[in-house]
C-alpha cells in the first residue's frame, strides 16, 4: 500500500484581485492532488481553497476543510461559508 500524503493549499479567500484564471489554475491544483492519490488540507473558505476543493472533488478526490466556527450551523449562517465540497470538515473554534 502506498504512503498517503495530505497537501495543504492556502491562498486568498478573496480572489478578485488575482489573475484572471486564478479558478482554472487553483482547480486544476486540486485535480492534480486527487490524481497523485493525495488528501487536500484546506481552510473551509472561499477563493483558493474553495477553487482547490471543487477541483480535487470533481477528480474524486478527499478534501479537509478547517472551518473557523465551532459548529456546521455557524460555519453556514454566522461566516456564510461553503461545506461542499469538502468531505470533512474540522470546527475550529472554541465554545467557552
Not at 7 to 26: D, F, L, M, P, Y
Not at 44 to 66: E, H, M, N, R
Request: hydrophobic share 40%; aromatic share 10%.
Amino acid at each position: 500500500m502506498a504512503d498517503e500524503f495530505e497537501i495543504v493549499v492556502s491562498g486568498a479567500a478573496q480572489a478578485n484581485h488575482c489573475c484572471g484564471r486564478i479558478k482554472e489554475i487553483t482547480r486544476e491544483i486540486g485535480r492534480q492532488v486527487a490524481r497523485q492519490k493525495c488528501n487536500l488540507v484546506t481552510g473551509a473558505t472561499t477563493g483558493v481553497p474553495y477553487f482547490a476543493a471543487l477541483g480535487c472533488a470533481k477528480a474524486w478526490g478527499f478534501s479537509i476543510g478547517f472551518s473557523p466556527a465551532a459548529s456546521e450551523s455557524a460555519h453556514l449562517k454566522t461566516y456564510r461559508l461553503p461545506s461542499s465540497p469538502f468531505d470533512i470538515m474540522i470546527y475550529t473554534k472554541q465554545i467557552t
